[in-house]
């Protein structure tokens, strides 16, 4: 345990609890000082040596090396190599990969232009069919699952598109109507200052040229001229002044007799209705 090697106890010695079956238990019966002398061997402390055996790496290559075509083996060595000099900075795993690709990419065109000039062709034709890895019937199965996913998340999206809108188009309701009552407000405000004779003439009243003279004349002119039902309604109602006894007898009207008729206010000419019970004795004869 943590470069600590301990020998195999006995059962003699082992202790009334029972054995050690964990790591743990071992380090806690250490601590306790519950292992007996001689159980605990400290294990010599090994340094390794890391060397670049580069001949025997090459003796290595060779054994297994054979003589096929290049065709065959497709190896390539790429021109720029990867060493501690050339990258910039080798703690830097970004960089080094990066080198690492850029090595790789330039062994690639290496390849290419070797087989172009071999004959290979490198790219498949466009009326090349290959059999396929999974059945017609598999990947129909799975084209359909890829569609239904498809729909669904575009279902979504636009259920939540016009979630937007009807809440975008709820506050745009919202304000119109505000407008259209705060526009019905001043324009019924203009219109009884006009017929009060205290505003001008409001814009959605007047015609197409007139300009701002012609609306003043025109207000004017119309609280002055009054046609005649209204003037009928003035002559029997009053317009301004005192209203209370207005149609109250005087000395003068009441001795004014040029409107009497007797045949109109007589009641001597009238014939008096005769009773119910006379009508009906009237009827019976």
Not at 223 to 240: A, I, L
Request: aromatic fraction near 6%.
């Amino acid at each position: 345990v943590n470069g600590i090697h301990v020998k195999k106890m006995d059962t003699s010695s082992a202790s009334s609890d029972g054995e050690w079956s964990s790591d743990e238990e071992l380090q806690v019966a250490l601590k306790r000082g519950k292992l007996k002398p001689g159980l605990v061997v400290r294990a010599p402390s090994v340094s390794k040596t890391y060397t670049n055996n580069v001949t025997g790496l090459q003796e290595k290559f060779a054994s297994f090396a054979n003589d096929w075509d290049w065709v065959e083996r497709m190896d390539v060595i790429s021109p720029g190599t990867c060493t501690s000099t050339t990258v910039e900075d080798p703690n830097d795993d970004l960089k080094r990969e990066m080198h690492f690709y850029h090595q790789a990419q330039s062994a690639t065109l290496v390849g290419l232009r070797k087989l172009e000039e071999l004959g290979v062709a490198t790219k498949r034709p466009e009326d090349y069919f290959a059999e396929m890895v999974k059945a017609d019937d598999h990947m129909r199965r799975v084209r359909e699952t890829l569609l239904k996913h498809q729909k669904a998340l575009e279902e979504k999206e636009k259920g939540r598109k016009l979630r937007e809108m009807k809440k975008f188009g709820k506050k745009v309701q919202q304000e119109v109507l505000q407008q259209r009552r705060s526009e019905k407000k001043s324009i019924t405000e203009s219109l009884k200052k006009f017929r009060k004779g205290k505003g001008e003439k409001p814009r959605f009243l007047s015609k197409p040229g007139d300009d701002e003279e012609t609306l003043s004349n025109r207000t004017h002119d119309f609280h002055k001229s009054k046609g005649p039902k209204r003037k009928q309604k003035d002559k029997h109602f009053g317009f301004g002044g005192k209203k209370k006894w207005a149609k109250s007898n005087t000395a003068k009207s009441s001795a004014d007799m040029t409107n009497f008729r007797s045949s109109k206010h007589s009641k001597a000419s009238k014939k008096k209705r005769p009773g119910k019970t006379q009508r009906s004795r009237m009827k019976k004869k």
